[in-house]
């Protein structure tokens, strides 16, 4: 016990102050490594020695805790220019989890002087204050080079001062030392994380001392904390552990309990009640200690007395212990200790705590504190320790308990001892009691004691043994990694006194449940423990919808082509054309011009002109023939497009695939093209007049900031084409009277392959990594103008509208004024009421007078009117008169809320009266809250730059979780708020794309700009009268969505999906310089029945956000949005995702490549009878049958049949929808899930062909019929790009060969194409399949 004894008493940290205790959840620890190098200055004096002291203090409370490191002492040498200086280099450790910036290091500097009569003392020449952690509870901005202390004269017992003031530059008390500084380095150290469960919080540890547990430091290296290594844990088993006290069990408790009754009276100063105090549960506390701390949290186990075990025939009691049988307690299950390591510091810590509780009696009945609903009370009585010898195996172990005012590992008071004087018959080591049981180690583990490695040299060349971080997994009897099981009582009495309400039950349930066998071990824990797992879900990368620069320099041939088209001109406000920009620099806003602008009026022109296929991409998806877009601007309502036709240059229909750009024209109802202009063009007015107050920032700042995200659908076949995005930053003037720019902008599409493993050569093509799981392929470019015409706020058109017009005008210009926004104040500023009568004002007056009046004439009518007026006025005075006196104590604030953003404020709350008052703060909207962590409230007021003080724990909160606050007389006090929504306007959570039939198509654009009302009661607690009432107005502001996911998935099942986040210095709004590398992310959902949490797999590691999402019956389309968060207080996100989830019908199907498998979907027909069509969207692998448009009868039931032809084997996706072709609606929707597995090659060819063109190359190859009749057989490839049959298909008689011609096409890239030619029967089932290596060179 020596060594433990002497490491336990040498580092005693001091606890910090009981405040800071208070934080629920625990933060996490950081580790930080200081290194006080040297110290310089003219105070020094040449050849006295010196010495650094470090502690750590709390300068909100002036409180020191841990406990003080000294360094060596070293001597000041002289240094040019007449200074002096005293080198230490010395390195510090330590880990702490109060993150607050009141958390410092203070350093001392002493020195050693003589005194008169020869002897020496220390002296404290200066000290200086090293701040650890930033305001925002974030690690200090800690750079890798040297920073300079100023130091301060005196003793850092000035810091005890009351006058003293945080931060330091504040105190004028304090005198700088001229010409004198530490130099020192603080940074985080990660190393350390990896032992934090060897070395106790707050504590300060050099790296040349030894900590139990951890290997010396190899090599040359002196320092054990640089690269730490962990000693090599052994595996034990405690089994049959028995405790016993002096004299018997049963007098020393009776003896316990009638100490602690007597002690309730004389505390409650009260005479005796008939209560007492009983014995409610008997628990031991088994953990390793390695005398700095518990290396793991101790496992507690519930004790029965030994009658009762007995009793239960599940314990059989020795026949040497027949005269005081049943007088132990006993624990029947095993113990198991894998943190256990060969070291003489290194021993196991037994604590037995007795849980009591006041026990009552009724009609001469005892009732138990349970059943009244007490809470119960726990006190340690006894402990010990015991260290395993070297070489120890299978043993049997007697430990005397020690008990008193003797310092113990639990860091809790103690039971006493009994006096020396009534031991009997026992030993006078026994008198507290024994506890023995039965030790066994893992048998095949090699015991290395602490001595043998010590002993060893360090400069040797052998390799010390590698320490491993695994639980070794014993060999023996399987055992329980969470130790023997928990009573309930232990799950609702609190720890140490401070109790919960345990539940009303009037006795107490034990997880450990009696077999009844004493042959068999009951099981230790009845709830199962989770193995560590990681799934096998692949995270998908964050590669959303990004927009890119796509301002474009028009050419002379590009401007003729659109001046020949006939587009819409567009014109300013002196009816002139606006020329199109050049292409400017994004990020060169600058918002002094645009306040300045005398045209504070803004209309926004979006003028879609042409959608072409791109050059390069993909021809597997269908090229439509008509489309329609979908897209939101600012806080307007949704746009749906009308359906616009894509017509070619020489105005016919577009056909084939070599159109680049196609025009998009109207399509009228009748389905004929429209002979107004090409294009379509929109326009939104906005206008400060009809702008909220403050809300003009907000727009230039959406313009400043957003992309406009477009989706581009099918008009015919109601299929997503893909998605654009374009910055809205050229919108903004800058000054000039109209701007107009012309964009291209890239359509696409983003596919998730179905979950699973995706690896090969589709990887790694082009040279490049590319996300597992996901492929983006460009299906076209879209062209389209921005432009933004300036107008006097008095002269913008259609401001005299009454209401929002959305329906396209004449010249094909959509007109959406804001209209819903206009002020309600007169056009002179005076605000006018008009007088009404009361019949008109009071709904229930007018009912009274009109139920209730006479039949008589006018005179004596009127006289009654005024007599129920006059009657309803008495029935009414008292709440008007308590709704006029709320009003003058009402105060209204309004905040403009954005999605995810915490708006904070803080409010005046005066004590009106000449007495102090505790208030009550009571809210009633979920969304407003009172700050009550001070760290938080810190955090907001730096971020919103506010001067008013801050005070720790201002807030009391009740048992109903409402917090108050104490007021002295006529006080002051500034309450902080914070409005935080995460639910997204209706407007803009309805999800846009195809209408459907079973879910309305229309948004609720009502609700679109209305503001939203919470209040506040501060009551008064000793009267309960409301002294301030605060309202709240919520006014719903925009949003920016920075990257846009879609994803399909069967109908009425979970979506889960792992997204990878990318490296976080990417992601815009991010502050620089964050320390200790990657910051955690937060992230929360607008749906808050969509589960949304973030992983991060440690240090270094990517971090992922978890989805896991309802879908709903088919075709519903849901919509919400994510905020991303990097910091703890979720102030403001850095990234805004927004999510649709398609719902389709699922239906597998597993096929071969070239083989066509059919299969039938059944139709349900709705109310009525409808003309529909189906459309996939992959025609070259999916047939469907009709082909065309078919009447759906009308609660009819009809088939459709498929044909499934795979080009390439692995997992796809292919999408079906049945369309209503008169009205453009999505009847029914089905997600194909394909599972294509690669046919057998039968022979294999190669051919050389040149690439870069040419007229292509003309081969053949034979087939013999293996059949003895004449066979029908049907070609076809994988690649009808690069390889034509001469004919589709062919007859051939039995055992006759065949000539298939083939004609393979040019390449323009070099490299090598592997196509498979196969051969199928008149059933299209695969008889032979041929490869043709083509190798273009």
Known sequence: ??????????????????????????????????????????????????????????????????????????????????????????????????????????????????????????????????????????????????????????????????????????????????????????????????????????????????????????????????????????????????????????????????????????????????????????????????????????????????????????????????????????????????????????????????????????????????????????????????????????????????????????????????????????????????????????????????????????????????????????????????????????????????????????????????????????????????????????????????????????????????????????????????????????????????????????????????????????????????????????????????????????????????????????????????????????????????????????????????????????????????????????????????????????????????????????????????????RVAVRGRLHLCLANVGHPCEEIPGQLLSRSRIGPAPDTTVTIPAGSWRSLNAAGGRRTVRARRLMDVDGELEAVLRSHRPEQGWPKQHAWDLQVISAYRDHIKGDSIYQMLSQAITATRTVHAVLGTAEFFEFPLKNPYSIQHTVTIEVDHPELSVILDPREWRHFKELTKSVTPVEEEMFHLRDDLKPQVYLRPSETVHIPFKYQTFSADPAVVVAQGPSGLGASAKADTSSLGKSRTGQTKLIQVSGGKPIALLRVKVEPQPHVVDQTFRFYHPELTFLKKTIRLPPWHTLPGTPVGIPGGQPEMFVRCSDPDIICETKTLGPGEPQDIFLKVAGGPSPQIKKFFVAIYTDAWLAAPVQIWQFYLHSLQRLDVACSVGQLTRLSLLLHGTAAPRRVRAFTSHPQELEVDPNGAFVLPAHGIQDLYIGVRPRRAGSKFIYLNLVDVEYHQLVSSWLLCLSCRQPLISKAFEISLPAGGGRGCNKRITYTNPYPSPRLYFLCTNRPDLLQFKEDSFEVAGGEVYTIGLRFAPSQAVGEEEILIHINDHEEKNEETFCVKVLYQ
Request: hydrophobic share 35%; with cysteine.
């Open 1 to 774: 016990m020596d060594e433990w004894e002497r490491v336990f008493r040498q580092h005693s940290p001091l606890s910090p102050h009981p405040q800071r205790r208070r934080a629920r959840p625990v933060p996490r620890s950081a580790a930080f490594r200081c290194v006080l190098k040297y110290l310089h200055g003219a105070a020094l004096a040449q050849g006295a020695e010196y010495q650094l002291r470090l502690s750590l203090f709390d300068a909100t409370y002036h409180h020191f805790f841990g406990r003080t490191w000294r360094s060596s002492w070293q001597a000041a040498r002289a240094t040019p220019p007449r200074s002096f200086r005293a080198t230490f280099n010395e390195t510090v450790y330590f880990h702490t989890s109060l993150n607050h910036p009141g958390i410092v290091a203070v350093v001392e500097v002493v020195v050693l002087a003589k005194k008169g009569n020869g002897d020496s003392q220390h002296l404290s020449c200066g000290f200086g204050i090293i701040p650890i952690f930033r305001c925002g509870s974030e690690a200090t901005d800690l750079a890798t080079e040297d920073r300079m202390l100023k130091l301060y004269h005196g003793t850092p017992r000035a810091l005890l001062h009351p006058h003293f003031q945080d931060p330091v530059e504040k105190n004028k008390y304090l005198t700088v030392m001229e010409k004198s500084h530490l130099q020192y380095a603080l940074k985080p150290h990660q190393p350390l994380e990896t032992i934090i469960h060897l070395l106790p919080e707050n504590l300060l540890i050099s790296g040349l001392q030894a900590v139990p547990g951890l290997l010396p430091a190899h090599g040359d290296a002196t320092d054990c904390f640089q690269k730490p290594r962990l000693m090599k844990p052994v595996t034990c088993y405690l089994e049959r552990l028995s405790i016993r006290l002096y004299p018997s069990l049963e007098e020393f408790e009776e003896e316990l309990l009638d100490l602690l009754n007597s002690d309730r009276l004389l505390q409650a100063n009260a005479a005796p009640d008939g209560e007492e105090v009983a014995v409610r549960e008997r628990r031991l506390h088994i953990g390793v200690h390695n005398g700095l701390r518990f290396v793991r949290a101790p496992q507690v186990a519930v004790l029965v007395p030994e009658a009762e075990e007995v009793l239960g025939g599940c314990w059989e009691a020795p026949g040497s212990r027949a005269r005081d049988a049943g007088q132990a307690l006993v624990l029947r299950s095993r113990i198991h200790l894998s943190e256990m390591v060969p070291h003489p510091a290194f021993v196991v810590c037994f604590q037995l705590e007795y849980v009591l509780c006041s026990a009552g009696r009724a009609g001469g009945k005892a009732v138990s504190g349970s059943a009244r609903g007490e809470a119960a009370d726990m006190r340690s009585v006894r402990w010990a320790v015991w260290r395993p010898a070297p070489g120890i195996s299978d043993t049997d172990v007697v430990l005397p308990l020690r008990g008193g005012a003797c310092r113990g590992p639990c860091q809790t008071l103690v039971y006493q001892t009994p006096p020396s004087s009534r031991s009997s018959w026992q030993g006078k080591h026994v008198e507290s009691g024994t506890v023995q049981f039965h030790v066994s180690t893992d048998l095949e583990e090699h015991l290395v004691t602490a001595a043998e490695i010590l002993c060893k040299d360090r400069d040797e060349s052998e390799q010390p043994p590698t320490p491993s971080l695994r639980v070794p997994v014993p060999r023996r009897v399987p055992a329980s990694p969470r130790g023997p099981g928990l009573s309930v009582s232990q799950l609702v009495a609190s720890p140490r006194g401070r109790g919960q309400t345990p539940p009303q039950d009037g006795g107490i349930t034990h997880l450990e449940a009696d077999l009844g066998s004493p042959n068999t071990e009951p099981c230790a824990d009845d709830q199962l423990q989770a193995l560590p797992f990681t799934p096998l879900q692949v995270p998908i990368a964050a590669v959303g919808l990004q927009a890119g620069s796509s301002c474009v320099s028009l050419s002379r041939a590009s401007l003729a082509r659109l001046h020949a088209a006939g587009f819409p001109e567009i014109l300013d406000r002196n009816q002139e054309p606006v020329e199109i920009s050049e292409p400017v620099e994004l990020g060169s806003f600058n918002p002094r011009l645009e306040e300045a602008d005398p045209l504070q009026g803004n209309e926004i022109i979006l003028q879609f002109l042409a959608f072409g296929r791109d050059a390069q991409g993909s021809v597997e998806g269908p090229w439509p023939r008509t489309i329609f877009l979908t897209f939101q601007f600012y806080r307007f309502p949704p746009i749906t497009t009308p359906r616009l036709q894509l017509v070619s240059t020489d105005g016919g229909p577009v056909t084939g695939l070599t159109m680049l750009a196609q025009h998009l024209v109207r399509v009228n109802e009748d389905g004929t093209l429209s002979t107004r202009p090409p294009g379509l063009q929109l326009k939104y007015m906005v206008d400060p007049a009809f702008l909220r107050p403050g809300e003009q920032r907000w727009f230039l700042r959406y313009l400043a900031e957003h992309s406009l995200q477009i989706d581009v659908w099918d008009g015919d076949s109601l299929l997503h084409v893909g998605s654009a995005a374009v910055k809205l930053e050229p919108l903004l003037r800058q000054g000039q009277a109209a701007v107009r720019t012309y964009h291209e902008l890239e359509v696409a599409t983003t596919e998730y392959e179905p979950d699973g493993t995706v690896l090969g050569r589709e990887a790694l093509r082009h040279g490049a990594l590319r996300p597992l799981g996901v």
